[in-house]
């Protein structure tokens, strides 16, 4: 299966990535999908359906803070 890439990808990085830790960066991919990669192995790139990129987000957001 072939993957359509914004080319280049335009990578955006989390807005709690301080300095040039190991940060979460995605871009868009031309099919609608995301890209994800860590910001210190910038070769290894996952790729998420539209579908499944907003399942991961509402798990992410389910998640209790530090504060509870």
Do not use: E, H, M
């Given at each position: 299966m072939s993957h359509s890439?914004?080319?280049p990808p335009l990578w955006r990085?989390?807005?709690r990535c301080v300095g040039d830790h190991h940060c979460v960066e995605?871009?868009?991919a031309d099919d609608g999908g995301v890209l994800m990669r860590n910001s210190q192995r910038?070769?290894?790139v996952l790729r998420l359906t539209?579908?499944?990129w907003?399942?991961?987000l509402r798990m992410?957001?389910?998640i209790p803070g530090p504060d509870g």
């Open positions: 890439f914004v080319d990085r989390g807005s995605v871009a868009a910038p070769d290894d539209a579908d499944q907003r399942d991961f992410v957001r389910s």
